[in-house]
């Protein structure tokens, strides 16, 4: 009843919108193509095209067979090539988890351009997380690799890691706000007067983290950093933010940055990604996190010591489509 070839037949009719220039465009006579289209509907009991002296249309049934026939066939047509990935150890699907200290749009869309010209029948799926959220998918989740884990050391034996980097800070307020009055150094009584802007950790099992904040200061949450360097741009509040974010703005004058009593130190960073399912694509992200490729270079921003080649890089990639 639903033979690929009377499927074609079918979208061939609806698509052309008649008998005759479905059977040109299918090479076949215009017989075949009204005999498979009557057999298509005497297996399925329905009424699939509305006929009349000049044309065909779809019924509403007709209408939802086209659709569920293009995805159907377009599975059947990509199944061979798809069995030998997955034969060839490259997995149906990978997700990836990323710190949001470490996220883009933009190298998020290089990275996925780049996995899905190599494995088109990979999906592909992306988390963004905050602090200790990004272990605790990692962990707890069915995540394959995560770009920017908090820490140097791994949490899990199941887990291998390679580090990123330190995320350097910088202690910042808006240009105008009132804590540039104060010449001499601020102390804890001048800062406590004033919210600390912090991006809320989503942890759900693991321990939550602060990440700044002094015994009885306000604190003001938001959900991520731009929201953060928006909030210290406005004046509501005073905090740490990435010096490769935030030297830009200061240079601008937008914001200003000034030492406080315990800077905040240096943040490590590493990728991190499953021993036991580590197939070709989650083999190949980590190679161009571990050769510096440019196909990467977008999460290492917030490293100020970064470097990264600004060509394509294949070395230590896998040759595996």
């Known amino acids: 009843m639903l033979d690929p070839e009377i499927l074609r037949t079918f979208i061939g009719v609806a698509e052309t919108g008649s008998f005759s220039r479905a059977a040109d465009k299918l090479c076949k006579t215009t017989a075949t193509i009204s005999y498979r289209i009557k057999l298509l509907e005497e297996n399925t009991g329905v009424a699939l095209l509305q006929r009349t002296t000049r044309s065909v249309s779809l019924t509403p049934a007709g209408m939802h067979l086209l659709e569920q026939a293009r995805e159907w066939l377009s599975w059947i047509d990509g199944m061979p090539a798809e069995l030998r990935q997955i034969n060839d150890g490259v997995e149906r699907q990978v997700n990836i988890v990323i710190n949001n200290l470490v996220y883009s749009p933009t190298a998020v869309s290089r990275l996925l351009a780049w996995l899905t010209q190599r494995y088109p029948f990979t999906q592909f799926n ?7 959220g990004v272990w605790d998918t990692m962990l707890h989740d069915d995540f394959s690799l995560a770009i920017g884990v908090t820490g140097s050391e791994s949490l899990a034996e199941t887990i291998a890691i390679a580090p990123l980097g330190e995320v350097k800070w910088l202690f910042v307020m808006a240009a105008d706000h009132p804590l540039r009055q104060h010449a001499g150094p601020l102390t804890e ?24 904040r002094l015994s009885g200061q306000k604190e003001i949450l ?9 909030a210290h741009l406005a004046g509501v509040g005073v905090g740490f933010l990435p010096a490769p974010l935030c030297q830009p703005l200061i240079a601008q004058g937008a ?31 980590v190679s161009l996190f571990q050769n510096s490729c440019a196909e990467i270079a977008g999460f290492l921003a917030p490293f100020s010591t970064a470097e990264y080649r600004e060509v394509g890089c294949r070395h230590g990639v896998s040759d595996t489509v």
């Open 126 to 132: 992306f988390s963004r997380q905050i602090y200790m």
């Open 255 to 285: 914001l200003l940055s000034r030492a406080i009593p315990a800077m905040r130190p240096p943040s490590p960073l590493s990728l991190a990604w499953r021993k036991d399912q580590s197939g070709s694509a989650v083999q190949d992200i």
């Open 189 to 212: 009584g001048h800062l406590r007067q004033y919210p600390a802007i912090n991006i809320e950790d989503s942890a759900r099992r693991l321990t939550k983290r602060v990440a700044w």
């Open 222 to 230: 938001v959900p991520d950093m731009e929201t953060k360097i928006a």
